[in-house]
């Protein structure tokens, strides 16, 4: 049982280049997440999804953008990268919005 | 608004010694609380939750945090520490529209 599962791992890029970082998870989860993690600021939510083809805003939407096609997966796109999106990305999903989140392993993405 | 506060930044404890991690809470309503545990370069697990009832929640690992309304604190503790018990641990509070907001973490170290 996979469960939540991101690729890449880690990643660098320079200003101005996109990348999509890919989310999938295989518990059938209806909410699906995305946080970003900065040192000693705890996890931020990016954007959310209650289910296919519906998407909403979080804390810092900013700089990225979302779909969500499947129940599945969840892709989280960076169009015109900056330094400040350096951090550290997690997935995340839940069977409703108030059960428990479970949580990929993260990317770790670098702008230079 | 919602926030959640952990005052320490780093804790260092023996093997074997006793453990609370701080964390406090602003919510207009009755909160729902989770404490979360991150080893290095891994995501995030649940080691337990509050949502009503009993204000002592046992978890996962031999954690226990102690809901105390009058204090807004959700504060962790484990009896005796282990090596393997080294990792981030996160506080949230799970408030309007079903988001999750972390504290900024406390990072425990375990002297042998």
């Known amino acids: 049982n996979a469960g939540v599962t991101q690729t890449p791992k880690f990643r660098i890029l320079k200003i101005g280049q996109s990348m999509t970082l890919q989310c999938t998870q295989d518990?059938?989860?209806?909410?699906m997440y995305w946080y970003r993690q900065d040192p000693g600021m705890g996890l931020k939510l990016i954007y959310y999804?209650?289910?296919?083809?519906?998407?909403d805003k979080g804390e810092v939407p900013n700089g990225y953008n979302v779909s969500r096609s499947t129940t599945e997966d969840f892709p989280l796109r960076l169009e015109l990268a900056a330094p400040s999106q350096t951090s550290v990305y997690f997935c995340?999903?839940?069977?409703?919005?108030?059960?428990?989140?479970?949580f990929g392993p993260g990317t770790r993405l670098t702008v230079l | 608004a919602q926030s959640v506060t952990q005052p320490d930044i780093h804790i260092t404890v023996s093997e074997g010694a006793s453990l609370e991690l701080r964390c406090n809470y602003s919510?207009?309503?009755?909160?729902?609380l989770f404490w979360y545990v991150q080893s290095p370069g891994q995501g995030l697990q649940l080691l337990l939750k509050?949502?009503?009832?009993?204000?002592l929640v046992q978890g996962i690992k031999g954690f226990e945090a102690e809901f105390k309304r009058s204090q807004s604190s959700f504060n962790l503790r484990k009896p005796s520490v282990h090596w393997s018990d080294a990792a981030e641990y996160f506080c949230?509070?799970?408030?309007?529209?079903?988001?999750?907001?972390f504290g900024g973490g406390t990072r425990l170290m375990v002297k042998p």
């Open positions: 919510y207009g309503a009755t909160p729902y």
């Open positions: 999804s209650v289910g296919a083809g519906i998407t």
């Open positions: 509050y949502f009503s009832g009993d204000t």
């Open positions: 518990m059938n989860h209806n909410y």
């Open positions: 949230a509070l799970r408030g309007a529209g079903n988001m999750l907001t």
């Open positions: 995340a999903s839940s069977r409703t919005g108030g059960d428990t989140q479970y």
